[in-house]
């Protein structure tokens, strides 16, 4: 079909089909275009999700300082006294170098 519909293009009679010689053809013929869907874009992932990480990213702000001093408390508390025992340990390691 596709060959004959290439001919009546070439040929000048695309549009109109005789009977009687059965030269031409007929646009009815054609397939009808696929109808575009109603779909939107799918769009990208990070697109998509932009409005769910901008609800997590606002909920951890929220606890955001809570958890910084948190974090600092926990490093202080993790830190060696500094007593005599350290202050020896100090004064020797330089006496070693």
Known sequence: AAVIRKHAIKDGTYGSFNVETGLGWDPLWDKPKGIKSIRMPKETKRERTRDERAVKIENLLENADNRIEEYFLEQEA??????????????????KR
């Open 78 to 95: 993790k830190k060696v006294a500094k007593d005599t025992t350290w202050l020896i340990k100090k004064v020797t390691s330089k006496a």
